[in-house]
């Protein structure tokens, strides 16, 4: 009667299928391709120690040709990851001298209109009677 049943062992979880949606490309310093390709000459004693370093690592085999090629021509510099594609054709010098532009066409035209309104004045004032103050013989007119 009084029988007790063993619980259920948990089952493993299972992992996430989904796919990520945006893919990160990996960079990798100077000092980790120098480590991992250290770690590499010193698997070459063991068969499949580089095999394993690779996967252990998540590396491809290229990867170790190319660092190995930037290290055997000296290029240190080479082996920090660089910005990838075109370089940039902006100047901005070309984007400064635009934005002048633009800035004193604003300035031209708003001096045009003060100005209109400034004669506009003079008329109604002229019409009005209203007497204009002299020139001042400094100014040019």
Do not use: C
Not at 21 to 40: M, S, V
Not at 55 to 68: I, K, M, P, Q, T
Not at 74 to 82: D, E
């Amino acid at each position: 009667m009084g029988k007790t049943v063993a619980p259920e062992p948990p089952t493993p979880t299972q992992p996430d299928p989904e796919v990520v949606p945006t893919a990160k490309r990996r960079a990798f310093t100077a000092e980790y391709k120098l480590a991992i390709l250290a770690e590499a000459d010193a698997a070459v004693s063991h068969p499949g120690g580089i095999g394993a370093l690779l996967r252990r690592e998540g590396l491809y085999s290229s990867h170790l040709v190319a660092w190995r090629r930037e290290r055997q021509t000296g290029i240190l510099k080479g082996l920090t990851p660089h910005k990838r594609g075109p370089k940039s054709k902006r100047n901005p010098l070309d984007e400064e001298m635009q934005k002048l532009r633009r800035e004193n066409q604003r300035l031209t035209e708003e001096l045009r209109k003060a100005a209109i309104v400034i004669d506009v004045q003079k008329k109604v004032g002229a019409l009005l009677g209203w007497p204009l103050p002299k020139a001042d013989p400094v100014e040019k007119p």
